[in-house]
């Protein structure tokens, strides 16, 4: 069975910094693109980032351009994302999200809190 | 930046049909794919690529793509389909993005 777990998710002030793991198990993690999802509180899903099987290609939604970096580790099946500068909108529970084919995610983690108070 | 549409909230009655439409600017040239959300749960991709389904998911769920609107069609509707749904439309230049939500109430 396939498996994403994500953490590091937690309480931050506005302009501080939170890296967010996720460890997948089941899988051969190194064929898929990856990416992370967000979902603001009482709001829709966003996505937030992808990286493609060896890393060589990131794309990021503009929101997070230049203050979130997304990287993988295949030896160690595991998805990461580097959120600095954080802002009071980045609260949300991040997903961390498989794609068997580029165009849709077909397996999703539980998704850890992250969330900004002043 | 691109946009995807849908309705807040579809009602039915049980046994009926839901239809969820998700709109925008020459979705029927993009993959589209649908998730259902649940309370406190994580997304579930209940179609991807217009019209798939994938293992697992009720021969119920069917979906379609076509000029400007995906819609999402729930044949047979059950209390336990009662949840948000999103579309999700991906290219190569806009990479995914994510319809409003509609919530499906199950009456």
């Known amino acids: 069975e396939v498996q994403l777990v994500e953490s590091g998710g937690g309480f931050v002030q506005p302009g501080g910094s939170l890296r967010l793991s996720c460890v997948a198990s089941?899988?051969?993690?190194?064929?898929?693109?990856m990416s992370w999802v967000r979902q603001a509180p009482g709001k829709g899903l966003e996505w937030v980032a992808n990286?493609?099987?060896?890393?060589?290609?990131?794309y990021y939604v503009d929101s997070v351009k230049g203050r979130f970096t997304i990287s993988r580790d295949n030896a160690k099946n595991s998805l990461h994302l580097q959120m600095n500068s954080l802002r009071v909108e980045d609260t949300a529970v991040y997903y961390c999200a498989k794609s068997y084919s580029r165009d849709y995610m077909d397996v999703w983690g539980k998704g850890t809190t992250v969330t900004l108070s002043s | 930046s691109y946009g995807l549409t849908q309705p807040p909230s579809v009602s039915v009655s049980p046994g009926q049909t839901a239809s969820i439409t998700c709109s925008g600017d020459?979705?029927?040239?993009?993959?589209v794919s649908w998730y259902q959300q649940k309370p406190g749960q994580s997304p579930v991709m209940v179609i991807y690529q217009d019209t798939k389904r994938p293992s697992g998911i009720p021969e119920r769920f069917s979906g379609s793509n076509s000029g400007n609107t995906a819609t999402l069609t729930i044949s047979g509707t059950q209390a336990m389909d009662e949840a948000d749904y999103y579309c999700?439309?991906?290219?190569?230049?806009?990479?995914?993005?994510f319809g409003t939500g509609t919530a499906v109430t199950v009456l």
């Open positions: 020459k979705l029927g040239d993009k993959s």
């Open positions: 999700q439309a991906w290219d190569i230049s806009t990479h995914y993005v």
């Open positions: 990286i493609k099987q060896d890393g060589s290609e990131k």
């Open positions: 089941g899988l051969i993690f190194s064929k898929y693109w």
